[in-house]
């Protein structure tokens, strides 16, 4: 099976500054990560990021054909992005909401997703061991043909 985990805005900068909140490792290592993790448990990952709200929209439409599951850090447009919240609910797949830093213990704006009420579930706080949580999570779904 393929998941795809798609990664919003600035999370390509990864690992050159505020690493006391999202950690020291870089974009790569956290594909790394994702990938030997789906591999380990015998699936595919096709691991994305984008700056642009559009483009995200149009890997969410992408995944309704392409993927079995999706790990999604949407960064910035968790927050405001009724587009991406529309795009998981037509994706029709599996989505599994991630964020590197505890969106609860931060300013306040970011306690409010836009997304969470639609996926399939959230993960927070937990740095890059999230994304192998997410993976794990979505394998056993999958495996059991279950969304939840
Ligand atoms: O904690 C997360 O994973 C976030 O999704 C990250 C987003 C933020 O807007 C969300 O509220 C929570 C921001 C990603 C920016 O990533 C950077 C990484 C290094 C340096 C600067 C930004």
């Given at each position: 099976?393929?998941?795809f985990v798609?990664?919003?805005p600035?999370?390509n900068?990864?690992g050159s500054r505020?690493?006391?909140?999202?950690?020291a490792g870089?974009?790569?290592?956290?594909e790394?990560l994702?990938t030997?993790?789906?591999?380990?448990?015998?699936?595919d990952?096709?691991?994305?990021?984008t700056?642009?709200?559009g483009?995200?929209v149009?890997?969410l439409?992408?995944?309704?054909?392409?993927?079995?599951g999706?790990v999604l850090?949407?960064?910035?447009?968790?927050?405001?992005?009724i587009?991406?919240?529309d795009?998981?609910?037509?994706?029709?797949?599996?989505v599994?909401?991630?964020h590197?830093?505890?969106?609860f213990?931060?300013e306040?704006f970011?306690?409010?997703?836009?997304?969470?009420?639609v996926?399939?579930?959230?993960?927070?706080?937990?740095?890059?061991?999230?994304?192998?949580?997410?993976?794990d999570?979505?394998?056993?779904?999958?495996?059991?043909?279950?969304?939840?």
């Amino acid at each position: 099976m393929t998941i795809f985990v798609l990664n919003g805005p600035n999370l390509n900068l990864l690992g050159s500054r505020e690493q006391d909140v999202y950690g020291a490792g870089t974009l790569g290592d956290l594909e790394d990560l994702c990938t030997n993790r789906a591999q380990a448990l015998g699936h595919d990952v096709d691991f994305r990021q984008t700056n642009y709200e559009g483009e995200l929209v149009d890997w969410l439409q992408e995944a309704r054909t392409s993927a079995d599951g999706v790990v999604l850090n949407a960064a910035a447009f968790t927050h405001y992005s009724i587009a991406v919240r529309d795009a998981i609910v037509a994706c029709e797949r599996p989505v599994i909401e991630v964020h590197l830093s505890n969106i609860f213990g931060r300013e306040d704006f970011r306690s409010h997703s836009m997304i969470s009420a639609v996926c399939a579930g959230v993960i927070c706080g937990l740095g890059y061991r999230g994304y192998q949580a997410a993976i794990d999570a979505l394998a056993s779904m999958l495996a059991s043909g279950s969304s939840s």
